[in-house]
T-cell receptor, first 112, second 113 residues
Framework: AQTVTQSQPEMSVQEAETVTLSCTYD???????LFWYKQPPSRQMILVIR??????QNATENRFSVNFQKAAKSFSLKISDSQLGDAAMYFC?????????FGTGTSLTVIP | SQTIHQWPATLVQPVGSPLSLECTVE??????LYWYRQAAGRGLQLLFY????GQISSEVPQNLSASRPQDRQFILSSKKLLLSDSGFYLC?????WGTGELFFGEGSRLTVL
């Protein structure tokens, strides 16, 4: 089984500033995929960004980018120019085979 | 386009009563289907997943069971609820092939009293 660890239960950021959420994972698989999901107060989980493990280039989606360090099994999420709408619970996840494995989440507060 | 519906959204049940949460996916065929539980302040715990009709894999032995009577229907059940079954239950699907994203339903809040 894979494990995904998010060591920051809570984070806060000033509006317009940058914040980085940490994630580490443990897998023996060579073929896997990594994701960041966002769960706003409305509770519907939505995908923020994904990274294929075989790609060296870090994924980016507008203000969201990742720092994928394969050897260190680290997959952090950087949110630039933070907005009030970014306030949510963020989950890191890995996928291999037919299963997704999720971390325990980081609650992000955006301070106006 | 594909959609996922999950119901009921909120449920309050006494200990020992049965449970049935239903999830349906529209706009796709042969999806992989998942049931997760999210306890307060904790992450997502995979309960069951299914890669086809009648095929159920259980990740955590417990008081719950799952069934997939139709290709796009996934049901979470219990014969007798426990207090510890309280939580937020999420149904999700992904394409049966490839490594695409997981799409989540709106969730069901279960409170067992």
């Amino acid at each position: 089984a894979q494990t995904v660890t998010q060591s920051q239960p809570e984070m806060s950021v000033q509006e317009a500033e940058t914040v980085t959420l940490s994630c580490t994972y443990d897998t023996s698989e060579s073929d896997y995929y990594l994701f960041w999901y966002k769960q706003p107060p409305s509770r519907q989980m939505i995908l923020v960004i994904r990274q294929e493990a075989y790609k060296q280039q870090n994924a980016t989606e507008n203000r969201f980018s990742v720092n994928f360090q394969k050897a260190a099994k680290s997959f952090s999420l950087k949110i630039s120019d933070s907005q009030l709408g970014d306030a949510a619970m963020y989950f890191c996840a890995s996928f291999t085979g037919n299963q997704f494995y999720f971390g325990t989440g980081t609650s992000l507060t955006v301070i106006p | 386009s594909q959609t996922i519906h999950q119901w009921p959204a909120t449920l309050v049940q006494p200990v020992g009563s049965p449970l049935s949460l239903e999830c349906t996916v529209e706009g796709t065929s042969n999806p992989n289907l998942y049931w997760y539980r999210q306890a307060a302040g904790r992450g997502l715990q995979l309960l069951f997943y299914s890669v086809g009709i009648g095929q159920i894999s259980s990740e955590v032995p417990q008081n719950l069971s799952a069934s997939r009577p139709q290709d796009r229907q996934f049901i979470l059940s219990s014969k007798k609820l426990l207090l510890s079954d309280s939580g937020f239950y999420l149904c999700a699907w992904k394409q049966g092939w490839g490594t695409g994203e997981l799409f989540f339903g709106e969730g069901s809040r279960l409170t067992v009293l």
